[in-house]
Structures are given as C-alpha cells and as structure tokens.
C-alpha cells in the first residue's frame, strides 16, 4: 500500500507523540514488583511461575500460564515508576478470572468466528461456541487456558511455548507456537509469535493486554490521548461479526488519525465499575450517549501500513496526567481498539474479525505445513 496524503497526515501525529524525552530512570528505583511467590504453583501437571524481563530502564513480568503480562513498569515524567497493566496479585486469582482472556496470549484463533464455523480446502468445520453463537478467541481451551512450557530466561527476554492439538475446539491440525516476551533497547515490550502446524489450519494470534498509562488503581483513560493510523473500521452486527463492509471514519467518533482525547469522545462509566469492565455497583445506571461520543469501543481499526508485514508505528497513546507515551508498532492489518468500561484500553494487534470467512479481508489466515505464522508488536514507552 502506498503512502497516501492521510496515511502521511497519520503518520505525522504519531511522529509528534514521538518527539518526546526519555526519562533518566537508572537513577530510579522501580515500582515495587508483584511477588514471584505468589505465582509459582503446578496446574495441568507442569510447573507455573512469574518472569521478570527488564533493560535497567523499564521492567515486564510475565507468568507461563496463559501468557499473561501482569507487569509493566514505566517512569513517570517525574521519573516515578508504576505498574501501567492493567493485573491481578496472584495466580489464584488469574485461576478463577472470569475474564480470562483479558491480559493473556490470545490463539489457536483471536477476535470473533462468525456462527462458530468456517470452511477449508472444502470441509467446513465447526468450532466451540463461547460467544453467543460465535467462536472468541479460539474457544474453550485456547492459550488463555494453557501452560506454555518455558524454553529459555535472559535477563531480558522469556522464550516459551504450547501445542493445540488436532481436533481441540475442533480446529484441525496440531498448532506448535513459541511466544517470546523480550525489551527492546528502546524501551519496548515486544510480543513475538511463531506457529506451524502438520495440517492446514487457521491461525491468528494476539494479545490481550490491558494499559492505563496512570497506572492502576485509577479513576479512568479518559484523559488519553489516542492516536490510530486508519481510515476505516470494518463494520459489524450487534454481535460484532463483521459484515465485510468497511466504514470510513471521517466525521465519525472513530477516527483517531490525529490525537483525540479518549474522553472528548467516549461518555464516563457508572461508579463501583470493576478494573475489566464489571458491573457498575447498586443502581448504578449507564450515562445517556450524546451525539457524536460512544459508550466504550470495542473495534476493530482498519491499519494503514507502508507494505504488508512491515513492522512500524501504527497507533499511539499519550497521558498528560504522567506525561507517558505508549506507541504500538506492528506487523499485522488490524488493531482491536477495546475500552471496556473506560478504566483501561487494550490494542489488539491482529488480522480483521472473522477474515477466515471474509477473503476481501486482507491477510492470510490459513496457515499449511510447511509454512511459519509470524506476528510481532511492540508497545514502547517514553515521556514528554
């Protein structure tokens, strides 16, 4: 795709998020850190833990159950560290989430199956349904559901791994994937997917991973600045199955290509909401919509990408509140741009919603013997 007069216009403010200082953080202490005790236990038989992964500037942790991120540590302007994701303390409590996918490794599938059901190479197969009458996230027992087995611990990288096997959820072939959580000398945490298969299979892997650049507990995003290099979201039913259409967001609440203010366009939540999106508390009722805002986003972004598979900046977020920057970089056609009950956000970077059955969606979800799935993104962090 060739860069167009609003590709550069995007383009143009996420370079102006970018021009930005990076903190002096050596000379900082980090935020106090989650407990690796509190995570180490066996489930399924295999051997659970917590992995800290930092470059002296900025610190991760990550569990092998699930792939969870339940720790960035990022300064402040004021060179202050927190934990910017959005987590829970211990591994119990991740056991008995009732939201598990959020903050875990998403697979064998991310995002919607439309009606449970695709065809491949002309037999249609049909997969768990967990989402109304639609498959989420790659069913019952996707990665949010695993224990990968850890392969390899630097100081600044985890390397880990799982097998889906033929016919789980019903999707055929057995799907080998290597997760590797690492920071970047430029102070990013970058989430990096190979996957291959014995069978030809559908693939399209992500992450779940939920941010308030104010760090948690806060009272809400809505001072974010949001900034999303596309001109189009696909459109959806009120199931959020894509109908194949995509909509231009000019002169519409979705278009981010220059910063907007999360809150100049989505309405406050009820209070007593939980920190992924739980209910409001007694009585509480939802805010009336005025013209031109939403009630949360829950939307898959149509990127604007130099050439396919081409890792770049393709989204940004900006809190004056702590003067952090968060960009997202990636290397795949769509961003699920997800708000929940406006505490928090997550950038999903992944292929469209249900392209397995969409093939006008660009991307390829089939993935064949042979061949390597490969996805990468990267959020980076800084100050201004």
Known sequence: MKMTGLFKSAAMCAFALLCCVFANAQTKAPGELLDKADFEMEIDGKPVSLYTITNGRITAQVTNFAGYIVG???????????????????????QTFSRNPVGAALGRYANRIGNATFTLDGVKYEVTKNNGQHTLHGGSKGFDHTVWDVEKVTGSSVVMSCVLEDGLDGFPGTLKTTLTFSITDDDGVAVNYEATTDKPTVCNLSHHVYFNLNGFPAENALDHVVCINADAITETDNTLIPTGKLLPVEGTPYDFRTPVKLGDRQVAAPAGRGA????????AQAPAIPDGMVRSYDQNFCLNHTAADQVEVV??????TSGRVMEVLNDKPGLQFFTGNRLAFAMESQLYPDTLNKPEFPGNAVLRPGETYHHTVIYRFSVK
Do not use: E
């Not at 960035?72 to 991740?94: A, E, L, M, R, S």
């Open 72 to 94: 960035i540590y990022t300064p402040d302007k004021d060179g202050n560290y927190t934990n910017v994701v959005g987590h829970n303390d211990n591994i119990q409590q991740y």
């Open 315 to 320: 989204a940004s977020v900006y809190s004056p």
């Open 276 to 283: 992924f999106g739980g209910p409001g508390g007694p009585g």
